[in-house]
């Protein structure tokens, strides 16, 4: 299927806006009561709003997966880097004509890692991915100066005179500049969010802002506000496409990239969630997913099948009238959004090991899963409709026909899978 025409102007803009650390429970839409996000709420009423999308348990790893279409074990070789060997859906879509850009948290370049390189090719590595520009957090080490006096590089420098902005701010604001300025070409914006990671600090909303020295106080009672001022800057991107008259001709993704902080309880209408960010049950890869445009998307609907993040790759490339690359291991959802025929994925396949120190081996490894059964390649086996939490793995003797058939089939899918593809190094545990 191939949507765009010969004309560049035809093509529908693109933009794809993945929050950190903000797991499915965290909006109203999904349940939440401690939080208020209505303009998100709007698109998840008014657009697709999947109920069964499952990230990757982590940050790098996420991002990893999503700008490749590759499963981890393929490509992923250190926590905080991006091979640069590897082709990202910037490239795909620059190359077929599309104006790009990335704004945000970038953490691709390698930095204490064997791979890390000259600080002049790091400077130009969104370039290399296919991004025309940029405005990013954690480009160049200072991890921590993400919201109020925030270290940011934009194209290849760093900016000067933040000492009284917020870091969320300048790299949206940027973002809008760059639709406007190419309001009559077609783009892909890709916003990797600062927000809504720890240290869990005042927004510029908080009554704490007001006075300088409290806004690197750390509460976790400030987590509702970072949750809340999210879904002010989506109102914020919405807006300036309608004032233009492009929303129309625009896909409008929200996502995260990997459940909530474990120091996060979220009150929802089924009781308190506590967030798993890096582990794989739930609570670390159950992400909200919105897909908004109000023209090819003319009515909402909810899309109770699965995703994973590989199949964004291949998603965005149909949608921009570009052959699905044949390396992608992800499924293309053009289909579904365009209002055709779509055929649902059976299972999702997770490989975990974000290659870091200071976490909890139980929770590296990989499974395959579908919405009621999960194998892990430890022999773990949970009905997740009667365990969500999986706490009580099912035994292989005590499987009844229906549950042995999943992991029969299941457990062939791991045994397809190599251990990776590429050389790991001598301190990497199978």
């Not at 009561?33 to 698109?43: A, E």
């Not at 948290?105 to 520009?133: A, C, I, S, V």
């Not at 999960?374 to 997740?384: E, H, I, M, V």
Request: proline letters at 6%.
């Amino acid at each position: 299927m191939v949507i765009a025409s010969e004309s560049e102007e035809q093509k529908p803009n693109i933009i794809l806006v993945m929050a950190d650390d903000m797991g499915f429970e965290c909006l109203s839409s999904n349940g939440c009561v401690s939080y208020h996000t209505p303009f998100l709420d709007k698109l998840s009423a008014e657009g697709i709003k999947f109920t069964y999308a499952f990230s990757q348990p982590l940050c790098t790893p996420s991002r990893v997966k999503l700008m490749t279409g590759k499963y981890n074990y393929r490509n992923y070789k250190a926590f905080g880097y991006l091979d640069i060997n590897e082709q990202t859906i910037g490239n795909l879509l620059k190359k077929a004509g599309y104006k790009t850009c990335v704004v945000g948290k970038w953490q691709l370049n390698g930095l204490k890692t064997k791979f890390e390189t000259q600080t002049e090719e790091m400077l130009h590595r969104p370039y290399h991915f296919g991004f025309d520009e940029y405005c990013l957090w954690n480009f160049l080490g200072d991890s921590e100066h993400r919201y109020a006096s925030p270290k940011l590089f934009q194209n290849g420098k760093q900016l000067e005179g933040l000492e009284d902005a917020y870091g969320p701010d300048i790299v949206s604001n940027y973002a809008l500049d760059f639709i406007e300025k190419n309001k009559d070409k077609p783009f892909f914006l890709y916003y990797p969010m600062i927000l809504v990671h720890d240290p869990f600090v005042p927004t510029p909303d908080s009554k704490e802002w007001s006075d300088k020295n409290l806004r690197y106080k750390q509460n976790n009672r400030f987590f509702k506000d970072m949750v809340e001022y999210t879904d002010k800057i989506i109102n914020k991107l919405i807006s300036r496409l309608e004032e233009l008259e492009l929303a129309e001709n625009t896909i409008f993704i929200f996502t995260c990239d990997n459940g909530t902080n474990y120091k996060i309880v979220t009150q929802t209408v089924n009781g308190p969630y506590h967030g798993g960010k890096g582990t794989m049950p739930n609570a670390g890869t159950h992400v909200p997913l919105l897909i908004y445009s109000p023209k090819i998307i003319e009515k909402g609907f909810k899309y109770s099948e699965l995703f994973e993040f590989s199949d964004f790759l291949p998603t965005l490339a149909e949608l921009a009238g570009i052959p699905v690359p044949a390396y992608t291991d992800g499924k293309s959802l053009a289909p579904l959004i365009l209002g055709d025929k779509q055929e649902n994925r059976k299972t999702i396949f997770i490989h975990y090991d974000p290659l870091k120190g200071g976490g909890s081996e139980r929770w590296y490894g990989r499974f395959i899963r579908n919405k009621e059964y999960k194998l892990y390649n430890d022999g773990r086996f949970y009905s997740l409709k009667k365990d969500e939490l999986e706490k009580n793995p099912i035994q292989k003797n005590d499987l009844t026909n229906k549950e042995l058939k999943y992991w029969e089939m299941f457990q062939q899918k791991l045994d397809e899978t190599p251990p990776h593809y590429f050389k790991q190094p001598a301190e990497y545990k199978k």
